[in-house]
């Protein structure tokens, strides 16, 4: 499995992502916004993109649909839920429905809510586990909630989903926010060296080359997986003092997410 990240180089951060069969050239494009860019990025591969892919239903990751489908006649796939909202869609996708790109890869459909209710994350079938996660997980960070979706819902995809996967399982997000989401890892845990040394190293970086981070960095940068850590719940009941002594994980990820959103 062949994958080229493509920077959109807009105003919103946008990850675009080519899936691409190594024998066969076919090739997928996940939420390509910026299409044209994609396109170029698969002639100069000498591929064909046959699949769209949206992980939701938002505009920032359909936009592109119609004019890459025009130009290549690629199948437009979405979660079964959001296929009616993004519009054109041809296949509805469902928990555990494997998507196969030319002779070699398989890209097992996770049902992600959180982010929105009908959220899908493409999780690869390789020796090298990569998640193309759309906007439910960022590299360092969680989506947001406040357009469709819901937090306790996420909290669920975090905890049964997400953190079961192999810590090798690279990580492909929908947006570029690394140092801005470690920014806020450390205001929330300021002991987190790893977190710290990541930030250095990521500041005035290149977002094109970007830091891509797998699930075991995660746990350990990513404050929406360290809910159990003491300074994180100790920092948080500084900011809701109602928080409790002892709270339950479930709570701890929501108020982190009620922080972060006007952080």
């Given amino acids: 499995m062949l994958t080229e990240r493509v920077w959109s180089g807009n105003s919103l951060r946008n990850f675009h992502y080519l899936i691409a069969c190594p024998e066969s050239g076919e090739a997928l494009a996940v939420d390509p916004l910026e299409w044209r860019m994609c396109l ?43 296929a009616a909202r993004i519009g054109g869609v041809d296949r509805g996708r469902a928990r555990g429905d ?100 990541l930030l250095a190293r990521e500041r005035g970086t290149d977002p094109a080359a970007a830091t891509v981070t797998t699930l075991g960095e995660e746990k350990r940068i990513n404050t929406f ?9 100790a920092r948080l009941r500084e900011r809701f003092p109602d928080l409790g002594a002892q709270p339950d994980a479930r709570t701890v990820f929501v108020r982190l997410r009620e922080l972060r959103n006007r952080w």
Wanted: glycine share 10%; hydrophobic share 40%; with cysteine.
């Fill in 40 to 82: 170029d990025a698969a002639r100069r591969r000498g591929w064909e993109i046959t699949q769209i892919v949206n992980t939701h239903e938002h505009s920032d990751h359909t936009g592109g649909n119609a004019g890459l489908k025009a130009a290549t006649g690629a199948q437009v796939l979405a979660h079964a839920g959001a």
């Fill in 98 to 197: 494997i998507i196969r790109v030319g002779r070699t890869v398989e890209l097992e459909c996770l049902d992600t809510p959180g982010h929105t209710m009908t959220h899908v994350c493409l999780l690869s079938h390789t020796a090298e586990p990569a998640l193309y996660c759309g906007d439910t997980l960022f590299n360092a960070g969680a989506g947001n909630c406040y357009t469709g979706g819901n937090p306790e819902a996420l909290y669920d995809t975090f905890v049964t989903q997400l953190a079961r996967l192999a810590d090798a399982t690279r990580v492909f997000p929908g947006h570029e926010y690394l140092a801005r989401n470690l920014e806020f890892t450390l205001d929330r845990e300021p002991a987190n060296r790893d977190a710290a040394a």
């Fill in 225 to 233: 997986f360290r809910l159990q850590n003491p300074l994180v719940i």
